[in-house]
Nanobody
């Protein structure tokens, strides 16, 4: 069992930056790939990016490539999402999630989810 707590959301102007954090419980954090998803009002939850457990490999959605960066500190059981050059269309609730299925983008491959943190980008 893994418990995830996301934090760091807020209100930012377009072009600004935010860094989200996701703290995980448990002693097997490094064995999980960690993903970030987002859900805007009236839309499906969508994949943002993910990082593998130990190799550091990453994958990103096309919409955030070059602007968002995922990193993790396995010693602190924490994964981060650095978001730069934010756009109004990035406004959503952002969720972190943990998967044993490797570096994957499908929601159903993630067994554990955090509670979400709101990111609002004003124009």
């Amino acid at each position: 069992q893994v418990q995830l707590v996301a934090s760091g959301g807020g209100l930012v102007q377009a072009g600004g930056s935010l860094r989200l954090s996701c703290a995980a419980s448990g002693r097997t954090f490094s064995s999980y790939a960690m993903g970030w998803f987002r859900q805007a009002p009236g839309k499906e939850r969508e994949f943002v990016g993910a990082m593998s457990g130990s190799s550091g490999s990453t994958e990103y959605a096309d919409s955030v490539k070059g602007r968002f960066t995922i990193s993790r500190d396995n010693a602190k059981n924490t994964v981060y999402l650095q978001m730069n050059s934010l756009k109004p269309e990035d406004t959503a609730v952002y969720y972190c999630a943990a998967s044993r299925a490797g570096l994957v983008s499908e929601k159903w491959n993630y067994a554990f989810w955090g509670q979400g943190t709101q990111v609002t980008v004003s124009s």
